[in-house]
């Protein structure tokens, strides 16, 4: 991609990481409910109400698009002193930003914590953030956000306990913050044949420190980055297509309050969850093209979402707490359907079509 005339590092690093990613988008949930709503919970990631042009993830993935597709035009002398120190500038600047969205290592510490047996957290590195205090240590209130350093750490501690270690030892191999940090403060310089950082040090392959990088290899580190992440937005795009056989069924969800859980999808992605109660409560979030929408569910910014059940029985019956004592229960139709879902058991999945 970005080394001229070679595509070796970005094609044989995107085969790899695909085979390193797969277990974390493999996990057999089909079996239990609740599982399969932390799994989607992954994919989804349920927050508020966005509109279409509120996700960073698509701003992301348009800025690479612009900078690669930039970086492939006829960079003519005249309008460019040096072309291949621009393509290496935007090569820097892709990297750099690759390396902050925030929507990876959420995602990726989200499936190593379902896989462990913790739920999903829509905030997993909140709690690293660093305190801005006053002169006399007062705190504010506010957070610096965790670095991609300390987000690495975390993520190798659940990568350890999940049995998959490989994944954050790609990450750290291929994240190297002085070159992050040299870029977003301008403390480089670049000529025809290396990166010099004023600060910081580059590992190079041959075992010694060093503030010069020869350009091919970051060009190489660009490439290998590049190939993780695309590979990671390939899984997610492929588990997202991969759970089409859900289509159209409810599932017990909690066998205390008898709650069914529907996933809900966009163009076979799955893209959301309708849960119904037997109180005629429902809730929903669904993440699409068109921005997100949230009703009845809240977040919780270190694991688990606060799913609104409505209001509790005055004398509640045996089949729920939700259902008052000789009264049915009563689970509303979906928007667009006028056949409600019926509780079946403790296991069968409810045909809604």
């Known amino acids: 991609m970005w080394t001229p005339g070679l595509d070796g590092p970005f094609d044989v690093g995107f085969t790899q990481y695909l085979a390193l990613l797969a277990p974390l988008f493999e996990p057999n949930h089909d079996a239990d409910a609740g599982q399969l709503f932390e799994f989607v919970c992954c994919l989804v990631h349920p927050a508020g109400m966005e509109s279409r042009d509120e996700n960073p993830l698509f701003e992301t993935t348009a800025l690479i698009d612009d900078l690669i597709a930039f970086s492939r035009q006829n960079l003519e002398a005249d309008d460019f002193g040096h072309p291949e120190r621009t393509r290496a500038r935007l090569a820097l600047l892709a990297y750099c930003h690759l390396t902050e969205v925030d929507f990876f290592y959420t995602l990726l510490v989200n499936l190593l914590r379902v896989r462990f047996g913790e739920q999903w957290a829509f905030a997993p590195f909140a709690d690293l953030g660093r305190p801005i205090k006053t002169r006399k240590g007062i705190d504010q209130g506010k957070r610096v956000p965790a670095s991609p350093n300390k987000k690495i750490e975390r993520l190798h501690e659940y990568a350890t306990k999940a049995g998959l270690p490989e994944v954050s030892v790609a990450l750290r191999?291929?994240?190297?913050?002085?070159?992050?940090?040299?870029?977003?403060?301008?403390?480089?310089?670049?000529?025809?044949?290396?990166?010099?950082?004023?600060?910081?040090?580059?590992?190079?392959?041959?075992?010694?420190?060093?503030?010069?990088?020869?350009?091919?290899?970051?060009?190489?580190?660009?490439?290998?980055?590049?190939?993780?992440?695309?590979?990671?937005?390939?899984?997610?795009?492929?588990?997202?297509?991969?759970?089409?056989?859900?289509?159209?069924?409810?599932?017990?969800?909690?066998?205390?309050?008898?709650?069914?859980?529907?996933?809900?999808?966009?163009?076979?992605?799955?893209?959301?969850?309708r849960v119904y109660w037997p109180n005629q409560q429902q809730a929903q979030f669904t993440r699409t093209t068109n921005g997100s929408h949230a009703l009845n569910v809240r977040p919780e910014l270190q694991g688990g979402l606060n799913i609104n059940v409505g209001i509790y029985a005055t004398n509640p019956g045996a089949f729920s707490p939700l259902v008052e004592n000789g009264q049915p229960p009563v689970y509303t139709p979906a928007p667009g359907r006028t056949m409600p879902p019926w509780w079946p058991g403790d296991s069968e999945p409810v045909n809604l079509e």
């Open 173 to 273: 191999e291929i994240y190297i913050s002085d070159v992050r940090t040299a870029v977003f403060h301008a403390d480089y310089a670049l000529s025809d044949s290396e990166f010099h950082m004023v600060k910081g040090y580059y590992p190079s392959p041959k075992g010694y420190l060093t503030r010069d990088m020869p350009i091919p290899e970051l060009l190489g580190l660009v490439d290998r980055s590049f190939a993780f992440y695309y590979a990671l937005l390939n899984r997610y795009q492929l588990a997202r297509g991969k759970l089409t056989h859900l289509k159209n069924k409810a599932f017990p969800f909690d066998l205390r309050l008898k709650g069914l859980i529907e996933f809900l999808f966009e163009d076979d992605l799955v893209c959301g969850f």
